[in-house]
């Protein structure tokens, strides 16, 4: 697995590109489709067919009416502190 680039869920180099980018670039979301794949240089089509329903199945990304939002699962994951790095957790106004 360590050869394909994926880790032990499964996630490979897009995958976690599309989550970081969610997190670091957008604070977690929400941020529309055609803005991530023009974030991560992919076709919008190919991340709403390819890598979008895995993201959604493990719980990482959450589909909503504004757009996509990295989950807690998701901060966890990647190492992240949600209630500290999600200015959209209601924790984080505790911490500020």
């Not at 980018?21 to 991560?40: M, Q, R, W």
């Not at 089509?45 to 989950?71: C, H, M, N, S, W």
């Amino acid at each position: 697995m360590k050869q394909l680039e994926v880790d032990e869920r499964g996630l490979d180099g897009t995958d976690t590109r599309m989550l970081l980018t969610i997190i670091e670039k957008f604070e977690g979301g929400p941020v529309g489709l055609d803005t991530i794949a023009a974030s991560i240089s992919e076709d919008s089509d190919t991340i709403e067919d390819v890598y979008e329903p895995y993201l959604l199945q493990l719980g990482f990304l959450d589909k909503t009416p504004r757009g996509r939002v990295a989950t807690r699962r998701a901060y966890d994951h990647l190492g992240f502190d949600y209630a500290k790095d999600n200015p959209n957790s209601p924790q984080a106004s505790l911490f500020q």
